[in-house]
């Protein structure tokens, strides 16, 4: 259910935020993605964490269609607030989305709709502060200890002191769009593109052209992004492999747009390898 869900909902986003044959594409990359499909049949939390995450995307972007509607702003506040009690990826997703919302409206100086984001932040940051004071209180120590142990490779090196270290983030998500190893180890979160690192740049060029004309769109979609990062830097999440499918929606969705703006901007001069980069990326993935 959750993994047919997702597919549903990423539509509804990908159709709100891209034009042209780059929503099928962005849909198509989500339908097909290898660890998406592999958690989904096989009933793991994992396909909920991405249910999950586009439920509250779809949910935000509803919600600013009419910020100032009180009505949007509880069901939003609904949506988010018990995923946390579910799923601990929600409290990344909600924490990167509201700090992402919170800027957007600063940096622009709008007053618009604050009632509403004040009223969905409180709850989510009441409903994740208890469920996280659970958590901290149930699991055991020696628990922790063991998954400290077992995602050690996800947490990342602050400060960096070697080269490989201060290419972490950039291993990761390679490996996020590649393979993280072989044989069935191939399902433990990796895409398993070929040319794995021109998707993150694909990724990379989308957020900056949505930044340039949906900044606050571009912010929702980095925010739970960053907000990972910052725990894997702290050590409360890692951020690889399997534990990052709840991130996926999201940097698919920036890769068909950066794919659509790569294919709109070529340099005349190199029309003629247009053709090449569109078989790379709808290739690989199929």
């Known amino acids: 259910m959750c993994g047919l869900i997702t597919i549903v909902l990423f539509w509804r986003i990908a159709a709100r935020i891209l034009t042209g044959w780059d929503v099928p594409y962005a849909v198509g990359l989500v339908a097909l993605g290898t660890p998406l499909i592999y958690f989904s049949s096989q009933v793991q939390q994992y396909s909920s964490d991405t249910a999950a995450t586009v439920l509250v995307i779809w949910a935000v972007l509803w919600l600013r269609q009419d910020p100032s509607d009180v009505r949007r702003a509880l069901v939003a506040a609904g949506v988010g607030a018990p995923t946390v009690w579910l799923l601990l990826p929600a409290m990344f997703i909600l924490a990167g989305i509201g700090a992402a919302l919170a800027a957007s409206a600063m940096v622009e100086g709008r007053r ?88 993150v740049l694909l990724a990379a060029v989308g957020v900056g052209a949505l930044w340039r004309r949906q900044r606050e769109t571009a912010l929702i979609l980095l925010g739970p992004v960053l907000v990972t990062l910052m725990g894997a830097a702290l050590h409360v999440c890692p951020f690889t492999g399997r534990a990052l499918s ?37 290739g690989s993935p199929a």
């Open 112 to 199: 618009t709709g604050c009632r509403s984001l004040f009223m969905v932040g409180a709850a989510r940051v009441l409903s994740a502060g208890l469920a996280a004071a659970l958590a901290l209180r149930t699991v055991p120590p020696a628990d922790r200890a063991y998954l400290d142990w077992y995602w050690s490779g996800g947490f990342m090196p602050v400060p960096p002191r070697t080269l490989d270290e201060a290419l972490w983030v950039w291993h990761r998500l390679t490996w996020l769009f590649g393979k993280l190893g072989t044989g069935l180890r191939r399902t433990n979160g990796g895409l398993g593109y070929p040319c794995s690192q021109l998707f």
């Open 246 to 282: 709840f991130l996926l929606p999201a940097l698919l969705l920036a890769t068909a747009a950066g794919a659509d703006h790569a294919l709109r901007n070529w340099p005349g001069r190199l029309q003629f390898a247009s053709p090449a980069l569109l078989a790379l990326a709808v």
